[in-house]
């Protein structure tokens, strides 16, 4: 009876370490009382549809309401190149309608409008999924990139010259990221990918972006009730493999002015072969050991996810996987590589305050329903040099965390993003929940399906019920987590009034009025999405930083330095480590700003290192002494302060 003993001893220390952290009243008063949101609404074009169910392919039918639950996104950037990211760019699942709308409060600039993929091709089964800002062609104006279910990613590319108030449906060119041939009918005939992760950074190091497109299911017509029913899931609940797949497109040239242009070409190989077939919902990136090469962590639903050792030269895009090491007493499931659980997004951040990035992952961790754990990956390598040395040795340099940091039980995860909400120094974390929103608790039956047999999923015929009207954690709640100064993490979300029973999904994170307090905004899933205005009073200092390289062919206009990389240490002795983040996670996308709470030491200069490279791909580093605020720093073969746009 010893081996089930010990099963016992260790599940219930387990389950004793991972319970939510209890406090007093008094102490989460006092956590709560450091932050405040307000709720805004959203414009959004008028005369929009208002469905609340997708057409399926006729093998879906009856799971429908499965199906049609991804796809609410938002994104906050710069798009009208005012130099503050005070515009959205969404996808409202209610009309399947990419939408362009100011940031709520920054002024009537310009009316809502939907994005136009025509002339492009289209047709009945496609649908977008989000919305990712960049300047692709370089040209100093911001584009917008579009994935879809039932098609390959559109371009939408900013023609518009010169900063503008103003934008509209007319200020875009749609491009397709893929070259397709011609179609005479009209319709799209090309790749059936349907896409629910993106990941735009320099992958090469040559200082142009490049783009990862990860797929969900197998090219199929998952939304054409007309499409052929070959259509299949997964063929595992935690291992697998069958997954769309992944593409890695490396930037190969671009032009700009009124009739803008990129191109891509595809890097068959770059993700090993076997590591490149999951069920992908988030896909995020960052440089671990220095090289300004950005590894890649792919969210696998239905099985492990990756983390990928970036191996790529310029002009060819390599990554090769990596594995955490496991203890006596460390579980498979909470070993990287070796998960078996239902990975929805990723983010990476300087979680504990040490200079080194952490990850936070999504899971399904919903008690008396798939009960697993979200990871908070600690960094466990004292410097990059020695993560260097672990990812050179096929080591994933992290340890799962989740359990002693108090975030191991959420709900039914999607998009997270950590960020420094009241600028103490200290990142927060914002989490989407919930699945399906219904009256009929469907539970029972989708914890008879995780308990099936493997060879019976891929079948969709042999998947229990998920129509409108059923539930499954359809009322779970947006999760706020705050640290506490042990190193734990409270979820406050009821306490700041954000606790609302609508299924969400993406969530973006900016600074959109210049006050030096971070807003963010989330999409829900069948709803409209919403606005939160950091209100908090008494905020610490900060420091934000607005990084660009020189655009292609104009050294007047700026573009984002895609890749940069900053480390500050404050007066008081403390390091941070933040990055550019070029676009990662599930559907949510941070604006390009580097953003930094420096707590009771902002009175006091930083030193900020800067690392980056510069226009012909060369690595630069960089110590400057910044005063608290924001500044705007042009990095060429020397990182220099300039003025905001």
């Not at 990812?391 to 995860?413: C, N, S, V």
Request: proline letters at 7%.
């Amino acid at each position: 009876m010893l081996p089930a003993l010990f099963a016992l001893l260790l599940v219930g220390g387990l389950y004793a370490i991972a319970r939510a952290p209890s406090v007093s009243a008094s102490e989460r008063a006092a956590i709560a009382s450091r932050y405040h949101f307000t709720e805004l609404p959203i414009a959004l074009p008028p005369g929009l549809p208002n469905h609340t169910v997708r057409r399926v392919n006729e093998d879906y039918q009856h799971i429908r309401a499965w199906i049609s639950s991804v796809g609410a996104s938002i994104a906050i950037n710069d798009l009208t190149g005012a130099g503050v990211p005070q515009d959205l760019c969404l996808v409202d699942t209610r009309s399947d309608s990419v939408i362009v709308t100011p940031v709520p409060g920054t002024g009537d600039r310009y009316a809502p409008f939907v994005l136009d993929p025509a002339p492009l091709p289209s047709g009945p089964g496609i649908a977008p999924m989000g919305c990712t800002p960049g300047d692709f062609n370089q040209d100093g104006r911001m584009d917008l990139l579009v994935y879809y279910w039932g098609r390959t990613p559109i371009l939408f590319l900013n023609k518009q010259s010169g900063p503008s108030t103003s934008l509209s449906k007319a200020s875009y060119q749609p491009t397709e990221l893929v070259p397709q041939a011609p179609a005479a009918d009209g319709s799209y005939h090309g790749p059936l990918w349907n896409t629910n992760a993106v990941a735009v950074a320099d992958f090469d190091g040559d200082s142009h972006p490049d783009i990862a497109v990860f797929n969900y299911f197998p090219d199929s017509g998952v939304l054409d009730p007309d499409s052929p029913r070959n259509v299949e899931m997964n063929h595992s609940m935690s291992r697998a493999a069958n997954g769309g797949g992944a593409h890695v497109l490396r930037w190969t040239g671009a032009t700009g002015g009124d009739a803008p242009s990129v191109s891509y070409e595809e890097q068959p190989g770059a993700v090993p072969p076997k590591l490149a077939s999951g069920w992908t919902l988030g896909a995020g990136s960052a440089d671990l050991d220095g090289d300004l090469l950005p590894e890649l962590y792919l969210a696998n639903d239905f099985g492990n996810d990756h983390l990928l050792h970036n191996v790529s030269t310029p002009g060819k895009i390599k990554f090769a996987g990596v594995e955490g090491r496991r203890g006596a007493a460390t579980p498979k499931s909470m070993v990287l590589g070796h998960d078996s659980f239902k990975g929805m997004s990723v983010d990476f951040g300087d979680l504990m305050g040490t200079g080194r990035f952490d990850i936070f992952v999504s899971n399904i961790t919903t008690p008396w329903g798939i009960q697993e754990s979200n990871f908070v990956w600690r960094n466990n390598a004292a410097t990059e040099q020695e993560a260097g040395e672990k990812l050179r040795r096929g080591i994933a340099p992290y340890d799962q965390k989740a359990a002693e940091h108090g975030m191991a039980f959420t709900g039914w995860g999607w998009d997270a993003k950590m960020a420094d909400f009241d600028n103490s120094g200290c990142l927060a974390v914002v989490q989407a929940d919930g699945f399906v929103k219904g009256n009929i608790n469907r539970w029972p039956w989708l914890q008879e399906l995780a308990m099936s047999n493997d060879l019976m999923l891929q079948n969709p015929q042999m998947w229990p019920k998920a129509e409108p009207g059923d539930d499954i954690a359809g009322h779970q709640k947006l999760a706020f987590w705050a640290p506490d100064k042990n190193g734990k993490f409270l979820n406050i979300s009821e306490d700041l009034g954000l606790a609302v029973p609508v299924p969400t999904r993406g969530i973006a994170v900016g600074d959109a009025d210049n006050d030096g307090r971070q807003d963010f905004a989330v999409a829900r899933q069948w709803d409209a999405p919403a606005y939160y205005h950091n209100d908090s009073a008494g905020h610490g200092d900060f420091l934000g930083l607005r990084l660009y390289r020189p655009a292609l062919n104009d050294d007047q206009a700026r573009t984002p330095a895609y890749g940069a990389q900053v480390r500050i240490t404050t007066a008081d002795g403390r390091t941070q480590i933040s990055q550019l983040d070029g676009g990662g996670g599930h559907s949510g996308r941070r604006s390009f700003d580097v953003f930094f709470g420096l707590g009771d030491a902002g009175s006091q200069p930083v030193s900020a290192t800067v690392k980056w490279r510069d226009s012909d791909g060369v690595a630069r580093s960089q110590t400057l002494n910044l005063t608290h605020g924001w500044h705007n720093l042009l990095l060429t073969d020397q990182a220099t302060e300039v003025a905001g746009r």
